[in-house]
């Protein structure tokens, strides 16, 4: 039986995890590939970089951490942040990226969706979704967070699934940040109208929550920054109240 | 044998890095001297005991891919064919050497174990396509040394399976809705669905055999 998939996401800047990682063991918790190895360890399914480095100039430090996770851990690893072209798509997969997550340039252009998925396969291309409720509904917001987008989410994760992606990350804004839980609501709604796989992003507090976003939501993974940095939940509780409550994990 | 010379076919078909770093690992667990080489040039093929043909995309792609390097598919066929070494197939490296594949168009393959490749269209809509993520692998018979990771989680993604002809070459099956063919084997040929140098611990063990298998 599939898994489902508990992804820990690290927000890098300059080379550096920002939001901090609390752990134990590590010597330098800002190094990125230190964190990396440390959930590789720890069971995570997946990894996650988001690149919120300002100046596009400084890629080639974060195709530096890339690949020196890539070369330690032998998990999926997702990196997005600042993708545009398919030439950002081919340096970070070249580094050893097995997706990539493409937020604004996918929503202002979605014939890149079709363009990189064409070019690299729907496998590698995840398309992030950040939205926020509105009066009837949501809306999409772009530019980390800053420009509504004048989309419904429901239908561009529907028109994102056409084009090509092999699947969504939904991040909510009104959760994320406030450890009130996902929106589930939301989730529920596009899970429900998708084929391919949703992951949950935004609003996790506790392991309740992450139950929330698979068995309300669909989700087909889960993912979450500072309760996994921080300790205040290890992969393995999360992993093994998730089997108690008779969903599947990898052990 | 303690020194195995690996080759990693390069045809322009997804990530191969972590392929490298995962047989590297594998080697040094070992403790067995080798290399492993990236590569597409036939006669650094000529020399290797192992071959990996990897690759993500889209089958009719990567077969052009892999045929459009001059040399490179006919080096492969007589190392495998001719000499008897091994070879590991993963993903869409395992679906090429199906007869035929479905994806987007109907394509040849290289035929080395007789099947084709079809989606996997589960009849439960919940289940999402593609398949990705982790999820057992019941190895069926031990003809190697690979039994023992019987039931062990392997991460898959991918959209179309390999449809055997002969259940005989049904190495191991996964359940998505219903069990389909996850690794295949003929003689010295060897190829899984899903990817070992993406499965941590168990995907390095599985590497581990793949590299003391003696067919």
Partial sequence: ?251 | MRNINIAIINYECGNIHSARKAFELALTELDISGSVTVTNEPEIIFKADKLVLPGVGAFSECFNKLKSVKGLSESITERVHGHGVPILGICIGLQLLADKGFENIESKGLGWISGQVENLCPDDKNLKIPHMGWNEVNFKRDDGRFSDLNGEDFYFVHSYYFNAKDTDNILATTNYNKPFPSALIKNNIIGTQFHPEKSQRSGVEFIKRFLMWKP
């Avoid at chain 1, 690893?77 to 097995?98: C, F, H, P, Q, Y």
Wanted: aromatic fraction near 4%; charge should be negative; glycine fraction near 10%.
């Fill in chain 1, 1 to 251: 039986m599939l898994k489902t998939r508990i992804i820990p996401c690290l927000d890098v800047k300059n080379g550096r995890v920002v939001k901090g990682v609390n752990f134990v063991n590590l010597v330098d918790a800002g190094d990125p590939v230190e964190a990396a190895q440390a959930y590789d360890e720890a069971g995570a399914d997946e990894l996650c970089f988001l690149d919120i480095t300002a100046s596009h100039e400084n890629r080639s430090i974060l195709l530096d951490v890339v690949r020196r996770t890539a070369e330690k851990c032998f998990m999926p690893l997702t990196v997005g942040g600042g993708v545009r072209t398919n030439e950002d798509i081919k340096m970070l997969l070249d580094s050893g990226a097995d997706k990539v997550s493409i937020n604004t340039s996918a929503i202002t252009n979605p014939n890149f969706i079709k363009e990189a998925s064409k070019a690299f396969g729907s496998q590698c291309i995840v398309v992030a979704i950040d939205a926020k409720s509105d009066n009837d509904g949501w809306q999409i917001y772009t530019h980390g967070g800053r420009e509504p987008a004048g989309l419904d989410p429901i239908n561009f994760a529907k028109e994102a699934e056409l084009l090509g992606a092999g699947e969504i990350l939904l991040t909510s804004m009104d959760r994320d940040g406030t450890k009130k839980g996902y929106d589930t609501e939301l989730l529920n709604k596009i899970t429900k109208k998708l084929e391919i796989p949703v992951i949950a992003s935004g609003g996790v507090g506790n392991i309740d929550h992450i139950i929330d976003g698979i068995t309300e939501g669909g989700a087909s993974a889960v993912l979450a920054a500072s309760i996994f940095h921080f300790g205040e939940i290890t992969i393995k509780e999360v992993k093994d109240k998730l089997s108690e409550k008779g969903l599947s994990v990898r052990k």
